[in-house]
């Protein structure tokens, strides 16, 4: 590693008489650097030099200095577009030179430095990946009168600066490499014009690193269409990218169109201003013209699923992956392929069902197909197999969960998706498991959302999302039930009326109204529903003896995303009775592709001259249809949005982007965001920008303490034009959620009409929130005799989430609610609280004393008066609960984890949490 220190005067000084009359140096550098092999620190010294004839051309001197304190040129470095820099520790870059097997590591202690150095790196590729500046491409021959400099200084001169390599332990008296470089090459001159056709680009070099449009000509911003090598073949630099990354839409465009970077920033002194993402028209374009670049063949794709409620496999499973067809590859998921007890539900690994269960799948298929990636989230699995020949062509295998279960992390419920990639086309495969109950399809809806929302790939730095890919699927046990009485389904079954039955299915409906799965298209349903039967048995489960009924329905679905690269083929189910579902599963037939790299490169570079005609007429412009955006009452949980229509009013490509203002981190209050957050948009082209508010656990905090007005501005720049500055107001209705303990106690009427500056100073025993939700779930137990072993485990009904905590900011009563939902309320505000039920700077001695009875019931008397009376009282509560209505002491313990967390940011281990629910098990166990 090396250490970059203050540049010494003598050092900048002589670097500026070393450097030719024609060059212009940018940044000059004292190092410090340790030598791998030996581990001595060496003196070593160098400088950005741009050449002024061509003002394109970069290349890094590296400097030596003798006995005397002279300095002169050991090396000179072109900047091809090779070179590849990235940060790879706190404050470190690496630079790697790969044609000349050079690396540095440089340790930046100061940030300006950082910046600047990043800065006009950064720069330097990107103009020498959009000239195409490679080893013998004729660029770069003014660096010869360096390498003669430095072949006669090193004739003449007694120097002691150590190597630059790290892979050869070259001496002093090694060739230089520049020197090499520049004589591998034909003279050729140097010419403003030797990039590609069509292509005009100046850089005012008189000023270190400033850049700036001549006139006529492209500025380095307006330069931003030109993404990566055209080439696509080339080696990418991994880029320091402050302001995030976007999207490959597609994996041909990988290195091109569909990447999303930025460095540096517009304003604030700059020394390189350089915007530098994606061309969404670009993208469009290439996708029209793919024929032209791309060949197509045809393969199978089998998508199965099976809801096997805990069973273990041993059945024979032939009927339902038949593989007799040969598709070539073969993705099977699981629903409920182990028991959904509390103690799995915060689980992630393998169990022996999932192995039965591949295993039964392999020998089913045999051994033409091969395993290539399969996961498990709790009782959520699935495994994708291929065909031995198409191996080798599946890359970049990776998978992501999303947890939908009790305050959507619980793994009861959620997702798996598994993103790879074959030859060059892309394939998602999403497995799921929604929310179940009758009329719960709202629940469902959210719980899809959820996992498109949270799901996320990392591919080439990038993060792209499940329909970002070409080919998408998304199945399992979805759970949509049948809108239609229990005889009337049967009197359907029975007549084998699928469409006229399918019309009253919930998931057709809420597609229909564009309420879910909108990007996604599912085939006719031509078979019986797959739930609920009795297990081993091939009939529909009637009412059991308590009158419950569980109406049959097509709980397990098989989608896909339309687009030209599938066409289904099948769709059907299986009868086997392992479960009380029958497995569904249907075959694609799909276009894998492959990309000839030179047939892209050529059409790109046509893209780009026209890009550059357009944006050669004039500056970019841009109108909105409002700055003011009014959300009016803003409550907790719940979403609200507005819209901005954003038009292209101008004669050339217009690209914005929300930016931060000036010392901020984010564009925009924790609690609003925009989407998209950025684009481009052709002349006469509009977007609608939504601008969405959600005061969540995370934020609702900042709303306390009498402060209930949301103002806020959203700066929407234009790259190459103006800023727009749009004012985004609100007003938060007060809650209860996200106070904390002692202030609930102060507060005798509801939180909404609370002063919340100015709390009473006679406190409750019991925060009143506290107690009315308590209160609400013994009145259900009396009301229904019962409280469902599963209240605490079960997400509650979203509407009557919403209601209840209304009710409890208002101080209405709650009326008819389920236990469910009064549960997930509960654990809600728990969560919420800024200080946990246990302080947090108790949490260790908690953990520590959780061995011990004695030693927990000493900690418990410790805690504020406030926080003890609601951990005896919630306690007290749940003993009640495991006494007459057979709540599972583990499970309780497990959920209310809630109410103890480590401080932040830290997070509690695996060890953590199991000494943490063994201390609440201890408490409950002692209590009478």
Known sequence: AARVSAMPEPFTQQVSRLVRGDDVVQLALEVVRKIPKTGKKKPFYFAIVTNRATKVETAILTFRKNLFGQFSVKDALPVYSDLDFRIVGDNVIELHFDHAERLYHLVISSAEELKSLLSMISYACQIARQRTFIPGGGTHQWLAAYADSGRASRRTQNTFAGTASEYDDLSDDSPSTFGSVASSVPPQPSTRESGRPGQLLDIDLDGPGNAAAAPGQIAPASASARDASATGAMKESKYLSPSGSGRITSEFASGSPGRNLSIGSRGGGDPVEMAFRSNEWMTEELLKREKEFTDFSDARVMVASYNVNGKRAGEDIRSWLDVSSAPELVVVGFQEIIDLTASALLVEGSSSASDQWESAIQSTLGSVYTKVHSR?????????????????????????????????????????????????????????????????????????????????????????????????????????????????????????????????????????????????????????????????????????????IRKPAWCDRILHKPCKYIQQESYGRAELRTSDHKPVRAFFRVKIKSVITEKRTSIMQDLYRKIDEFTNRSIPSLELDTLRVHLGDVYFLKRQSAMIRVHNNGKVL???????????????????????????????????????????????????????????????????????????????????????????????????FANMAEPEIKSLGIPKELWRLVDGMYKVAERDGSVPSSTFLEPGNTQECEHIRECLDTGEPFGVVGAESLAETLLLLLESLQVPLIPDNLYDDCIASSSSVDAVRELVESLPPVHFNCFVYLASFLKFLMKNYGLVEEEVATVFLVMMRPPPPRKATRTETAKAKNFLQRFLAALP
């Open 654 to 752: 217009a690209q914005f982007r929300f930016v931060a203002q000036p010392g901020q981190d984010r564009f925009s209050h924790p609690c609003v965001d925009v989407f998209p957050k950025s684009r481009t948009l052709m002349p006469g082209e509009s977007v609608d920008v939504r601008v969405v508010v959600l005061v969540d656990v995370g934020t609702v905090e900042m709303f306390h303490g009498g402060n209930t007005m949301l103002d806020d501005i959203l700066i929407l720049r234009v790259e190459g034009g103006r800023d727009f500055f749009v004012s985004v107001t609100g007003k938060f209705m007060q809650t209860a959620f996200g106070c904390s303990l002692e202030r609930l106690a102060h507060m005798p009427e509801p939180a909404r």
């Open 376 to 548: 498990q989230y709790v009782g959520l699995h699935i495994a994708v197999f291929a065909r031995s020949s198409i191996v080798p062509a599946i890359r970049n295998v990776q998978s992501e969960i999303v947890g939908c279960g009790i305050m959507n992390s619980l793994g009861n419920k959620g997702a798996i998706s598994v993103r790879l990639t074959w030859a060059d086309s892309s394939f998602c495969f999403v497995c799921a498991h929604l929310a179940a109950h009758d009329d719960d399809w709202e629940k469902r809806n959210e719980n899809y959302h959820e996992i498109m929302g949270r799901t996320a790939f990392v591919v080439d730095d990038d993060t792209i999302g499940i329909l970002d890919n070409d080919c998408v699927f998304f199945f399992g046990d979805l759970n949509y039930r049948l809108n239609l009485a229990f005889q009337a389904i049967h009197d359907h079954i029975s007549a084998a009326k699928w469409s006229d039955l399918a019309r009253y299915d919930q998931l057709n409906q809420q597609m229909r109204e564009k309420s879910a799965f909108v990007p996604f298209k599912e085939a006719p349903l031509s078979f019986a529903p797959t739930y609920k039967y009795d297990v081993k048995l091939n009939r529909y489960s009637a009412p059991d003896d308590k009158g419950k």
